[in-house]
């Protein structure tokens, strides 16, 4: 069956830096990927959504790479904030339903 | 547009007690779903719907039903409440596949 692996641990960055998350996908090879932000206690929030053939691509602060090679997507925050913390989903976007990851929490420290 | 709406957003059942976990969407989506997020881990797919009239099972469809009359609702059923059905259950809407899934502020089930 398909997997998905996001880093468990929290990754601990200052204000200001880049924060890079990583998702790796086995047993499967999808057309689309797509990244969640979710806070305690909310629903995911939709972010970035890429194709296979686009490798790259940004919206303001975020950028995600979807490398189909190496069945990795990165997802970058440049400038972070702490407002920025919050838990990062990454999903396989397959035939009419999702599969997430189980996340990766950011904390952002001023 | 309130997006999509759950109610209720807590409950406790007691063992073997059933209940309907209502979700409703007011932005014409054709496609729904609902999901079951467990402390640390991912949402896992629980049913969803392309359209009214068409149910599919997810990857964890055991204990629980669903049906799609209209297009804005789409209603969970837990039947015979368990322990292991004690979660955070989450609906969500999208217009089509591959677009951005819109998601409901959650229910927070514990079954005792």
């Known amino acids: 069956s398909q997997k998905i692996e996001q880093n468990s641990e929290a990754l601990n960055i200052q204000e200001g830096k880049t924060a890079t998350l990583t998702c790796n996908y086995t047993?499967?090879?999808?057309?689309?990927l797509q990244w969640y932000r979710q806070d305690p206690g909310r629903g995911p929030v939709f972010l970035l959504l890429?194709?296979?053939?686009?490798k790259e691509k940004r919206k303001e602060r975020l950028k995600v790479t979807f490398d189909t090679t190496l069945k990795q997507s990165l997802f970058h925050i440049t400038a972070s904030q702490p407002a920025d913390s919050a838990t990062y989903l990454c999903?396989?976007?397959?035939?009419?339903?999702?599969?997430f990851g189980k996340g990766t929490m950011l904390l952002v420290s001023p | 547009n309130a997006g999509v709406t759950q109610t209720p957003k807590f409950r406790i059942l007691k063992i073997g007690q059933s209940m309907t976990l209502q979700c409703t969407q007011d932005?014409?989506?054709?496609?729904m779903y609902w999901y079951r997020q467990d402390p640390g881990m991912g949402l896992k797919l629980i049913y969803y719907s392309v359209g009214a009239g068409i149910t599919d099972k997810g990857e964890v469809p055991n204990g629980y039903n669903v049906s799609r009359s209209t297009t804005e609702d789409f209603p969970l059923r837990l039947e015979l409440a368990a322990p292991s059905q004690t979660s955070v259950y989450f609906c969500?809407?999208?217009?089509?596949?591959?677009?951005?899934?819109?998601f409901g502020p959650g229910t927070r089930l514990t079954v005792l």
């Open positions: 932005m014409n989506h054709n496609y």
């Open positions: 969500a809407s999208s217009y089509r596949e591959h677009n951005e899934q819109f």
């Open positions: 890429i194709r296979e053939n686009e």
């Open positions: 047993n499967y090879s999808p057309a689309y």
């Open positions: 999903a396989l976007d397959g035939y009419s339903t999702l599969t």
